[in-house]
């Protein structure tokens, strides 16, 4: 089973960007789809994006399509989420997860976790 570092976490103004990375421990982390979660002060843990094993196929929520970009490159076991013309409501603490069975954006479905890295963006 992998292990995952989140990084890259900080403090924006609106409209600047940042990038985070996962990075994964293991041999097997192109079997593992890895998506983004974040959580705000007071609010439950949503679904941003996610990237499969291959890195062939995305998918992101509609708030944040044409600001984030999700990649991987398996061979430095790493996921980077690019995030573009970032807003307040983007602030929280982002989480990467991983899981080998993963269809959908249900927390359920991802067994691996990072320990989450903060993002705040001021207006």
């Known amino acids: 089973q992998v292990q995952l570092v989140e990084s890259g976490g900080g403090v924006v103004q609106a409209g600047g960007s940042l990038r985070l990375s996962c990075a994964a421990s293991g041999r097997t982390f192109s079997s593992y789809a890895v998506g983004w979660f974040r959580q705000a002060p007071g609010k439950e843990r949503e679904f941003v994006c996610a990237?499969?094993?291959?890195?062939?196929?995305?998918y992101s929520v509609d708030s944040v399509k044409g600001r984030f970009t999700l990649s991987r490159d398996n061979a430095k076991n790493t996921v980077y989420l690019q995030m573009n013309r970032l807003k307040p409501e983007d602030t929280g603490i982002y989480y990467c997860?991983?899981?080998?069975?993963?269809?959908?954006?249900?927390?359920?479905?991802?067994?691996?976790w990072g320990q989450g890295t903060q993002i705040t963006v001021s207006s």
């Open positions: 990237i499969s094993g291959n890195g062939g196929t995305t």
């Open positions: 997860a991983a899981g080998t069975l993963v269809t959908g954006p249900s927390v359920d479905e991802y067994n691996v």
